[in-house]
């Protein structure tokens, strides 16, 4: 059996990788902690010292998501635009997208918005900013942004995964009252977990 921490000598389990795991994740609570105090420089030095990838790009994440929060939207940019692991660089970016919402910086949300490579995050992310522009009565930007948004949703492959963008996107629509159309998604949502195999009865069942 090789070594978990690829260092191709340990015939079992690698007690250095174990070790470094153990650190890398002590590290990001720390990292955690001291952003619950804000202490957010010392939380960011300390986050880039992690080595391990996936603790890593978790704490930069939650850093980033902070700062966006905290209204420091370039700090909370240069973070995420770090991150390596491009599901936890797309959650950082989608926070970041719904505080520029929130402080009406619509055309920056916008371009951020287009760089997430997570289809399940991007049609979120599109889906506030279409309902945003609506509230603010700029029709012919919500709706091809509402349009794009679903189309994303409905094209991603992993039935997983899209029955989560769906769901996520109707619970968005009736949130802001948008029932007719929070309708349709759940609808096509529930079409897909139609589809999609229970593991406990085997592949001729779904899961309902």
């Not at 996936?54 to 998501?65: N, Y």
């Not at 009565?137 to 189309?151: F, I, T, Y």
Request: proline share 4%; hydrophobic share 35%; aromatic share 4%.
């Amino acid at each position: 059996m090789g070594c978990a921490g690829q260092c191709g000598t340990c015939r079992g389990p690698c007690p250095l990788h174990h070790q470094l795991l153990r650190s890398a994740h002590a590290l990001k609570e720390l990292v955690r902690t001291l952003v619950e105090i804000g202490q957010l420089d010392r939380a960011e030095h300390i986050a880039h010292t992690i080595t391990d990838r996936d603790h890593h790009a978790r704490a930069i994440s939650d850093l980033a998501t902070t700062f966006a929060k905290r209204g420091q939207l370039d700090r909370a940019e240069q973070a995420a635009r770090t991150i390596t692991s491009p599901y936890y660089q797309a959650r950082a970016l989608g926070d970041l997208v719904s505080a520029m919402v929130k402080r009406s910086q619509l055309d920056r949300a916008e371009h951020v918005a287009r760089t997430i490579t997570s289809p399940c995050y991007q049609a979120q992310a599109l889906t506030d900013l279409a309902i945003t522009f609506a509230e603010y009565g700029q029709l012919d930007r919500a709706e091809p942004l509402g349009h794009h948004a679903e189309h994303i949703a409905r094209t991603i492959t992993d039935p997983d995964h899209r029955v989560r963008a769906l769901g996520n996107l109707a619970a968005t629509m009736a949130k802001y009252g948008r029932l007719d159309r929070a309708q349709q998604l759940a609808q096509q949502a529930e079409r897909v977990a139609h589809t999609i195999p229970d593991p406990a009865t085997g592949p001729g069942r779904s899961r309902i």
